[in-house]
């Protein structure tokens, strides 16, 4: 099995910050039992 990890790198202030976090969610989902859950940030 081949592997890869990836990750995304965002400014605090980021104008597509909705995109990205539904692209993670995405991933995450993708990657099953891999997948890492994203923190929550207020």
């Known amino acids: 099995q081949v ?3 990836i ?3 965002e400014r605090t ?3 597509r ?3 990205i976090a539904l ?4 991933l995450a989902d ?3 039992d891999y997948g890492v859950v994203r ?3 207020s």
């Open 3 to 5: 592997t890869r990890q």
């Open 7 to 9: 990750g995304i790198v």
């Open 13 to 15: 202030a980021a104008p």
């Open 17 to 19: 910050a909705e995109i």
């Open 23 to 26: 692209l993670h969610a995405v």
């Open 30 to 32: 993708l990657c099953g």
């Open 39 to 41: 923190p929550i940030r």
